[in-house]
């Protein structure tokens, strides 16, 4: 395996890849500063815990005590990027801060890149052992967690003259657990500028002044997509006799299909008409039920007040007959006294 020699100075260092690093990196001191917690190295604290208590990392690990013995197990045990080895990690059930994105609330299996790249902090790496890493030939990975250290320990100012000579690396690497994301070296290295989230955790955040400074930069070698397009549009030639709606008409490209950002805010907007349609069907409904239900405690209520009417007129007609009945039984008496 291609290495650096430690003993060499930073100026007589060749870049095996004919790479040059920032300006003024010779000048620099070989002792790399250490931005944020010197401690932590700013890594999650559930993904910490998870190094510092793993068995990979107090056994196997402990045995490693130099720079060439860590680059040689990364070389044969590292297979992708993420911080928890695949299907080790459960975040169903899992809401806001306690959900997957923030990388806290459910832990997992602490993955083998994570403990070496940890391992790689507590070695305390030079300047040069740092860009051996980034520069290395034998695995894309090793560069990966090179890559990764920089974007966890160096200060946030030094992070794009540090990126800066690979954002056009063509060289291919799967930075997820069982494969299935691969992207170039220069795409990991633009997603460390300009993304927060890596994998179900997150790296430091960058000030905001100094990441206008990196948009604007990577503006000027990877414009959006719309100046892409404004710049590829052709430019209508000059008319020479003829209308120029009829060069629109002939020069203009077939109208491609809408992407899938624009059928979004379509498809949303179907479903709110879904969704209102069915919550005016259900306030129908409720207003159905509600109307017979009230409809059905009227007739009851007439019902019964027919009944008590009834009842009524039932025991003044009895009493009426009982009335008149003691009248006949007195007149009867009297006749038959007489």
Request: proline content about 7%.
């Amino acid at each position: 395996m291609a290495s650096s020699n430690d003993d060499e100075s930073d100026s007589e260092y060749v870049h095996p890849r004919g790479v040059p690093h920032f300006p003024g990196h010779e000048r620099r001191s070989n002792t790399l500063p250490i931005w944020g917690n010197e401690r932590t190295m700013n890594l999650n604290p559930l993904i910490l815990t998870n190094i510092q208590t793993s068995h990979y990392f107090k056994t196997n690990l402990s045995e490693l005590k130099t720079y060439h013995e860590v680059v040689d197990e990364i070389y044969y045990k590292v297979q992708h990027l993420e911080p928890w080895e695949k299907g080790s990690r459960k975040t169903s059930g899992q809401t806001g801060m306690c959900g997957g994105v923030r990388g806290v609330g459910a832990g997992g299996i602490v993955s083998t890149p994570y403990c070496l790249l940890y391992k790689l902090f507590t070695l305390k790496l030079t300047r040069k052992q740092l860009i051996g890493l980034i520069t290395h030939c034998d695995s894309p990975y090793i560069r990966g967690l090179g890559f990764m250290h920089i974007r966890y320990t160096q200060p946030p100012a030094d992070l794009f003259g540090w990126f800066q000579p690979y954002l056009e690396d063509e060289e291919e690497i799967d930075p997820k657990a069982g494969s299935g994301h691969p992207m170039t070296i220069g795409t990991m290295v633009r997603q460390l500028l300009t993304k927060l989230d890596w994998y179900d955790s997150l790296f430091p955040r960058i000030p905001v002044p100094i990441q206008i400074n990196i948009d604007r930069e990577l503006a000027k070698s990877f414009p959006p997509v719309q100046q892409q397009r404004s710049i590829q549009q052709p430019e209508p030639p000059v008319a020479m006799g003829r209308d120029q709606r009829d060069w629109r008409r002939e020069e203009r490209p077939s109208r491609s299909p809408p992407t899938r950002r624009d059928t979004y805010p379509r498809s949303r907007s179907r479903s709110r008409d879904r969704e209102r349609i069915r919550d005016r069907s259900r306030e129908k409904d409720r207003d159905s039920r509600y109307r017979s239900s009230r409809d059905r405690d009227r007739d009851r209520d007439r019902r019964d007040r027919d009944r008590g009417s009834d009842r009524d007129s039932k025991k003044k007609s009895s009493s009426r007959q009982r009335s008149r009945s003691r009248d006949r039984d007195q007149r009867r008496r009297r006749d038959d006294r007489r």
